[in-house]
DNA sequence: GTCTATAGAAAGATAGAC
DNA sequence: GTCTATCTTTCTATAGAC
């Protein structure tokens, strides 16, 4: 049994074909990518890949479902018993004020699959779960910061939303600019808005 | 002489040769397109492009210039002398609540164009000054309503570059999500920054 | 399941006539 | 400047051996 593809009905192969997918979308970008690219960063040949895949588009639709995956198992580790510190750790880690190259990799990915849903009603559709799931999961964390009598006077619905639009900018910003004023000034604002200081 | 290319070292030709590439990015994305879809666009033949245009590349370089000028004619338009209804009118083109069509299209290729800045140097310079340019445009209006007395108690610099921000949020969801309450949350806090009603 | 080899289509770009 | 025709490369996908 392997861990890492337990429960999401995906085999070694499978895992290793959209791993290698993941790495050639970061090189090349979506409009550069080919096949032979992802076989390159294969251990197996081409014909493996479509062994395991009907085609490129099948490949590409599966390494959208297996990084909003590994993009929410990231943002929901590790929670503490603070209600603030876990509401703090968690606008963090939407808006990081700066990235590891294995984080800027994942959102680099994310955001090459986002860009496919101006064409691609699918993708549209992901993202437009992708982003109300966020919203939820920022909610429930502010709710229950106030619940604790931590942080009053804000509607969690409204805040969450506000954040996660936060989050977006700020992460467009980082991706497709130079200047990195974007995020902090993102960041700035998410924590205004719950009166909770950064660190 | 025509009035559409003047001062813009670019003839009739390349001007409609640009327009078709607007329309063919508009229809299949970026990563789909093709010579030939621009020539599908285009009242001439492929080979016309290639007389004007170096390459693809070139065609697509040319054309983030355009839609970069065209954006910046359309933001700066018509500019009244009460200096908060100016910056009411900034704001709502910069986050407009909907979009016309013909909006609709320019900010698609600008999303378009933006995804190419993830692997491509020179298109994210290009958005870097783009969003910089935004940012001051809105500062110098922001700057002018505070001289007018009318708007107090902001910093113009953070104020802009916070509303820049929302204009980019709104403009990633909008075309990538199917919910438009993003929308309405990035208008309401670019208002609420100014505190001026949105009407 | 994986390989090599290749079919078949589409891509970017050019040649040469007009 | 624009055309048709074509070259060359690259692409997606498959065939058939192992």
Request: aromatic residues 8%.
């Amino acid at each position: 049994m392997d861990g890492m593809t337990r429960g999401t009905g995906r085999g070694e192969t499978e895992t290793a074909i959209l791993e290698a997918t993941y790495r050639a979308l970061c090189e090349y970008g979506y409009a550069q990518l080919s096949v032979q690219h992802i076989a390159e960063n294969f251990e197996k040949s081409k014909s493996a890949i479509y062994y395991h895949y009907d085609s490129k588009d099948d490949v590409l639709l599966s390494l959208l479902d297996f990084v909003v995956e590994t993009f929410f198992e990231d943002l929901e580790a590790e929670t503490g018993t603070d209600p603030v510190e876990n509401l703090r750790l968690l606008v963090d880690r939407l808006v990081p004020a700066s990235l590891v190259e294995e984080d800027l990799d994942l959102h680099t990915v994310m955001f090459e699959l986002r860009s496919e849903a101006l064409t691609k009603p699918v993708y549209r559709t992901k993202f437009t779960e992708v982003d109300r799931t966020v919203c939820q999961i920022v909610e429930s964390y502010v709710r229950t910061a106030i619940d604790s009598g931590v942080v009053t006077g804000v509607d969690p619905e409204q805040t969450a939303r506000r954040i996660q639009q936060h989050a977006l900018s700020a992460q467009t910003a980082r991706l497709t600019t130079e200047d990195d004023w974007a995020v902090e000034t993102a960041r700035d604002a998410a924590f205004e808005l719950l009166d909770v200081p950064q660190d």
